[in-house]
């Protein structure tokens, strides 16, 4: 009994991450996305499927010490829509993407136009990624 209380208390470790969105501009996921790659081929894969025609220009990751975690909402009807990274961190065996999808209230000035936000980050580990979605089932 004492070995297994032992290990369910696996302590979460914040892990530094890079934002990458920025540096791949304006994509459009037309639907819900989370993937990791471990090869740069495998994004490219993954961005090429979910933005067919669309020039890609992907920033440098070094992928022996890094992966890269994408997580897209799909299409949403407003600019007032954001998803937004809350933690990242190590727990056990695996890694924690925490996120929070921004949702805009009816005083929030927005513009009526569909977007498509997204999250690329560059992850210095090779664990499985889990990822918590705050505020959805």
Partial sequence: MLLLAAGCGAAKRPLRYEDLTAKVGGLEFTHITVDVSHSRDELLGVLQRNNPGVK??????????QETFVVAAGPRSSTGYALRIVSVYEHGDHVQVVVRERTPTLGDPVSARVTYPFRLLALPSHKPVHLKWLGRP
Wanted: net charge neutral; glycine share 0%.
């Fill in 56 to 65: 890609i220009t992907l920033p440098p990751v070094d992928y022996s010490r």
